[in-house]
């Protein structure tokens, strides 16, 4: 029965989901619209009809089997491979969620109805899509990566959940939980606020915690501007700091704004400090050049190694730049602080010496390194 109500929602009743989305319908108006449907169209008995608009509550306004996983502070990444298979990374060890969609009817209705909860288009020509909630969890950002059967080996759709914490812990409270010293702390937070800082390191290996955290560490009377491709990054306390997020176009909507267009206008907004939470195309170049012409800036960057993380970032910046490598290396040296981070910990930093001429490359003496 509740996979029947789903269905009749997600394709004859798509106008109500969305009215409730977008807050021109109460929470409390939609479930009493859903039990005269139930009335009207369902043969129940009252306590039946009770038990169906409950379960259809919390498929609704959570997140049907999954709700489970979201809810689990201790999860931060949940991946369906298929409807019975559902894999959890827990403080870091991936394992089995022990939940599963009874069947892989289910788990495409599932499917269709976050689609539709989250405005968004999944068909042929959109097979492939990212987007955020940010307002239906009261702990959680939720950042999904979805990839329907048209692009994948088998025919079911894969999904992907990253959950970043709404409040995400302080400098104080990172060095509680080992990912630093009190004296590798005071190092950073002086660091970034004298010259622009890059944080690289591999997937989940603390970045944007670190980041997170450094920036709410910026003086009040500095004007910040933070942009990001998902709504990781926000603040608690600072009083003038501007958010902007990348709006990425779709088959027939082709309206779009990336990371490259946000930093260029973000460049004229009269900001201290410019953030990039994570650098991963052409707008590299941007954040280069305003670090170049004496603009603080910070940014996150996969990278293997600490000596990787300039080559990286040049690399993106060679999309759209008429810049040799060599110039843009040269140009590098304005970052004056690269951590590198490893299994939620700050493992390495070292500090920019300038360019070897001779040796055609950056210098970069260590400050500080962690082994394990």
């Not at 931060?76 to 298979?85: A, E, F, K, L, P």
Request: proline residues 3%; aromatic residues 10%.
């Amino acid at each position: 029965m509740l996979q029947r109500l789903v269905e009749d929602y997600t394709t004859g009743k798509q106008q109500s989901l969305m009215q409730m989305k977008k807050g021109q319908l109460s929470k409390e108006a939609f479930l009493a619209e859903a039990a005269h449907h139930i009335a009207t169209y369902y043969t129940l008995t009252g306590r039946e009809v009770k038990k169906l608009l409950d379960a259809f509550e919390q498929y609704i306004f959570g997140y049907s089997r999954l709700s489970v996983l979201i809810d689990d502070k201790t999860v931060s990444d949940i991946r369906v491979v298929g409807y019975d298979n559902i894999r959890v990374k827990r403080r870091g060890q991936r394992m089995p969620a022990e939940v599963a969609f009874s069947s892989s009817k289910e788990y495409r209705q599932f499917i269709d109805y976050i689609a539709t909860r989250n405005q968004v288009n999944i068909s042929n020509l959109n097979a492939i899509q990212r987007f955020t909630d940010n307002e239906s969890h009261p702990d959680f950002i939720l950042r999904f990566t979805l990839s329907m059967p048209l692009v994948n080996t088998y025919n079911e759709p894969y999904l992907c959940i990253r959950k970043v914490p709404k409040t995400f812990p302080q400098m104080k409270e990172l060095i509680a939980q080992n990912m630093m010293e009190q004296e590798i702390a005071e190092l950073l937070i002086q660091r970034f606020r004298e010259g622009s800082t890059l944080i690289c390191g591999g997937n989940s290996s603390g970045k944007t915690t670190l980041l997170n955290a450094l920036k709410e560490t910026l003086p009040d009377d500095m004007a910040v501007l933070v942009t990001q491709q998902a709504d990781e990054l926000t603040t608690k306390y600072h009083p003038d700091m501007m958010f902007l997020h990348s709006l990425p176009g779709t088959g027939e909507q082709q309206v779009s704004y990336g990371l490259e267009e946000i930093s260029i206008a973000g460049l004229t907004m009269d900001v201290d400090f410019f953030i990039i939470g994570e650098i991963k195309g052409a707008e590299a170049l941007y954040l280069i050049n305003a670090a170049y012409t004496g603009q603080l800036c910070a940014a996150t960057i996969h990278a293997p190694s600490a000596d990787k993380a300039p080559d990286k970032l040049v690399d993106y910046a060679m999309y759209e730049s008429r810049y040799s490598r060599n110039e843009l290396m040269k140009m590098m040296d304005c970052f004056q602080t690269l951590v590198f981070m490893e299994h939620y910990h700050v493992k390495e930093i070292f500090e920019c010496g300038g360019w070897d001429e001779r040796q055609k490359n950056l210098s970069y003496k260590k400050i500080y390194g962690r082994e394990e």
